[in-house]
């Protein structure tokens, strides 16, 4: 039978966890370690401005254990989604950060980097051949899409990782990737079953998250086989149940039974889980079905201006008894102060959106109204501009104009808000939005996907 022993030693590079577990992991003997670097959930701005997910510190600090660890062992180790988004300046960013450390601890290694922005002539191609195709709720593209986002990506699958691997890297520095696709890699490539070491890996690519209780963000230890695999954490006092495995079925999935990749789906309609010990969780009967035509998921993240933001709570009872039609005055006479000093030019050059905390912020309802006891609530107003100064200038006229909006109850200058910094006013920078949710036919599992090898 044949076994492998992998480890993920924390669910986000740059997150951190426990250098002891992670020794103590390394000593309990693993076929390699892999790491996800990345994701969409902190928006648009990673990929299309070129911001790292984690700080420099809290990359560098998890990837110096890393590369000493696996260097130690001689096996492979597997960084995914690099710098957050994927990106190229991402990717280069980590790289370069590998490199430092390399020669701080006298490590000497091959380093694979897989680039994941593709040639917009080759996607243009394939959009015109009508070889990319929406998924559930995409927005509609046009060939500008193309040309004008700020950068582009496409997610690998496994096997830009086996190419990597079998030209002889040591550590392989990714792109943007399929979050499970960098542990599924090796296994897949072994001959273990794919159904299996998929499911491992949507599971393990969280680190230790799928566990009872996660006090402390740490690792997981796979075991697997032709048979089935098990899951440990690497935190001596957390501990896996069935029922703490098999609801990772239900975390960023719209299927918990069927989950797409790039090549495939898995089905998870016969998969049983076996407590085997108070920490440990054996997984069986998970199940892979190639897809007749592989695709890749598109990212792309385009510029839509520049931001200021103004944010403020508000107490007042006589505003909270009637708070929508305060808003809506305040909304009003936001627009005649900004007219007033930019001037008023249809179509107006800016956008206000006002987000009321304690009321539906963060899910928006239709006729929501405050609470009825509400004693207070939060007013955040973000304006979106064609340039920094537009954005500027209407926030200091919307932070002004609400501070002091009449109310009806009070005679005399109001303040009607709370700031919550000083200067009230602040900049954003530039805002980006994601122009994807499309995938795209590949004639080849790596042709979007170029391995760059190098003696570090």
Not at 337 to 345: E, N
């Amino acid at each position: 039978m044949t076994t492998m022993r992998y480890l993920a030693p924390t669910g986000m590079l740059g997150g951190g966890f426990n250098a002891e577990y992670f020794a103590e992991a390394l000593a309990s003997g693993l076929d390699f370690i892999a790491c996800d670097s990345g994701s969409i959930d902190g928006g648009p701005a990673n990929l299309g401005g070129n911001i790292p997910f984690f700080s420099r510190d809290g990359v560098k600090r998890d990837l110096r254990l890393l590369l000493i660890g696996a260097r130690s062992l001689d096996i492979p180790l597997l960084i995914g989604s690099c710098g957050g988004s994927g990106g190229r300046w991402n990717l280069n960013w980590v790289r370069e950060i590998v490199e430092e450390i390399a020669g701080e601890e006298g490590l000497h290694f091959t380093l694979a980097t897989i680039d994941a922005e593709p040639d917009r002539a080759v996607l243009l191609e394939r959009f015109g051949s009508g070889r990319v195709h929406p998924l559930t709720n995409a927005p509609a593209i046009d060939k500008s899409t193309f040309t004008d986002a700020a950068h582009i990506v496409a997610m690998m699958g496994t096997e830009p990782y086996v190419e990597a691997l079998a030209a002889g890297a040591d550590v392989v520095l990714a792109g943007r990737s399929s979050d499970a696709a960098l542990f599924a890699a090796i296994p897949v490539s072994r001959g273990l079953p794919p159904g299996l070491a998929w499911h491992a890996a949507k599971i393990m690519e969280c680190g230790g998250s799928a566990v009872v209780q996660m006090d402390n963000v740490d690792g997981m230890i796979c075991t697997i086989t032709d048979e089935y695999f098990d899951l440990e954490p690497t935190h001596p006092e957390h501990r896996c149940s069935e029922v703490s495995i098999a609801s990772h079925s239900l975390y960023e999935t719209s299927n918990p039974f069927e989950m797409y990749e790039p090549g495939g789906v898995m089905r998870l309609q016969n998969v049983e889980f076996e407590q085997l010990t108070d920490r440990v969780v054996r997984v069986r009967g998970s199940e892979y079905t190639p897809a007749e035509t592989y695709t890749v998921k598109l990212e792309g993240a385009t510029l839509i201006g520049y931001r200021a933001m103004v944010l403020g709570g508000i107490t007042d009872p006589a505003i909270l008894d009637r708070f929508d039609e305060w808003l809506e005055s305040g909304k009003r006479a936001v627009i005649e102060a900004a007219d007033r000093t930019i001037g008023h030019l249809d179509p107006a050059p800016y956008s206000i959106v006002y987000r009321v905390y304690g009321r539906d912020a963060v899910i928006p309802r239709a006729g929501s109204r405050l609470p009825s006891d509400a004693s207070e609530v939060g007013l955040l107003v973000t304006v979106t501009a064609d340039s920094q100064k537009i954005a500027s200038t209407v926030a200091s006229q919307a932070a002004f104009t609400l501070l002091h909006l009449r109310v009806p109850e009070w005679h005399g200058l109001v303040s009607n808000l709370a700031y919550a910094f000083a200067p009230h006013v602040t900049d954003l920078g530039p805002g980006y939005s994601f122009v994807f949710n499309h995938v795209v036919e590949l004639d080849s599992p790596t042709e979007l996907f170029p391995v760059t090898l190098r003696e570090v």
